[in-house]
């Protein structure tokens, strides 16, 4: 009597279980968005952000989730990528390893030696602010070389809006319209950057972001 309770119990415990795991799709905190993993199955679209700003190597598993999404709402029309426009927040559409291989190669064309330690995408202002410093109060490279980093960044694109968008030519920085032009290096004169536009080089990180941002085909 006994045994057969406890048998049913345990029935009764594996299959409420086995349901429970079926469907656990736990939320994963935002400050854990990088560290943790998910599964493909369970979107996180609280960790879009984060992702994007801290992790973008796992872009892959946010677009998967929102895309299996917008398939099961309209399959005979998929959505196109937004990635690299206004509506993502100018999410960029190639991985930051990817891009980074683009840069560099293209600063070995055209950019000295010691100077490509300034050819990665980053977006975090304090390792900005450091790699800055190495070239600037370090004489590491040569304030002349900026254009043609630029340049390479931007794979001669031109993410003026973006930079706009971004606050880069918010009044607030004081200098007018003069940082935009670090986001259009095909278009003004870049050749003449000053100690002046250390304002601008304060937001490298910004100006690298909608750089990356601007590369929307391989
Ligand atoms: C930048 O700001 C100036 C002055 O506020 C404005 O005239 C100009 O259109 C802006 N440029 C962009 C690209 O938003
Ligand atoms: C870059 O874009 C901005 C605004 O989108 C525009 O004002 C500017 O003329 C463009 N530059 C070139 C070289 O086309």
Redesign the pocket.
């Known amino acids: 009597m006994i045994l057969k309770f406890l048998i049913s119990a345990l029935i009764c415990f594996v299959f409420i279980e086995a349901e429970s795991r079926s469907l656990e799709c736990s939320k994963v905190p935002i400050g854990e968005c990088c560290t943790r993993l998910w599964s493909e199955r369970c979107p996180q679209p609280q960790c879009a952000k984060q992702v994007n700003r801290r992790c973008p190597e796992r872009k892959a598993l946010i677009q998967h989730a929102l895309h299996s999404k917008d398939l099961r709402r309209a399959p005979q029309k998929p959505e196109a990528p937004k990635c690299g426009t206004a509506e993502t927040g100018y999410q960029p559409c190639t991985t930051k390893s990817v891009a980074n291989k683009l840069f560099l190669s293209c600063c070995e064309l055209y950019v000295p030696q010691e100077c490509h330690f300034m050819c990665e995408y980053e977006y975090d202002q304090e390792k900005t602010k450091n790699m800055l410093s190495r070239m600037i109060l370090e004489n590491k490279c040569s304030f002349k070389h900026i254009s043609s980093i630029l340049y390479c960044a931007s794979q001669n694109r ?1 993410n ?2 973006c930079c ?1 968008d971004l606050d880069l030519n918010s009044s607030q920085l004081m200098v007018g319209s003069r940082c ?1 032009r670090m ?2 290096p ?3 004169s870049l050749d003449k950057i000053t100690k002046q536009d250390v304002t601008c080089l304060y937001n490298w990180n910004v100006i690298m972001y909608c750089s990356h941002s601007g590369i929307t085909e391989m």
């Open positions: 031109n003026t809006k706009a935009l986001c259009d095909s278009g003004s």
